[in-house]
Nanobody
Framework: QVQLVESGGGLVQPGGSLRLSCAASRGFFSGNGMGWYRQAPGKERELVAKITSGSIINYADSVKGRFAISRDVAKSTVYLQMNSLKPEDTAVYYC??????????WGKGTLVTVSA
């Protein structure tokens, strides 16, 4: 089992910034990577950003140029810096950890609300 603890969500005005954090109970290089999904009301969960153990980074087209994922290996933590936030970024953001045997572990989610 891998426990994930997320933090950093909240209410922000359009154009503002937030930084999400996700700390894993297992070392970063003990798995295949970590990242973030989000789920808006009435929509399916979608990938936002991910970083693999090989340092490959991918972003959803909708967040490219605005969001940045990074990691602190020593802390087994990934971050999601979100800039120029839009109302359509409003969602519950979920951290995940992909183990070597292909199991996705999920955090409980943190709510990001972008509203004036």
């Amino acid at each position: 089992q891998v426990q994930l603890v997320e933090s950093g969500g909240g209410l922000v005005q359009p154009g503002g910034s937030l930084r999400l954090s996700c700390a894993a109970s297992r070392g970063f290089f003990s798995g295949n990577g970590m990242g973030w999904y989000r789920q808006a009301p009435g929509k399916e969960r979608e990938l936002v950003a991910k970083i693999t153990s090989g340092s490959i980074i991918n972003y959803a087209d909708s967040v490219k140029g605005r969001f940045a994922i990074s990691r602190d290996v020593a802390k087994s933590t990934v971050y999601l810096q979100m800039n120029s936030l839009k109302p359509e970024d409003t969602a519950v953001y979920y951290c995940y950890y992909l183990s070597y045997d292909g199991v996705n572990y999920w955090g409980k989610g943190t709510l990001v609300t972008v509203s004036a």
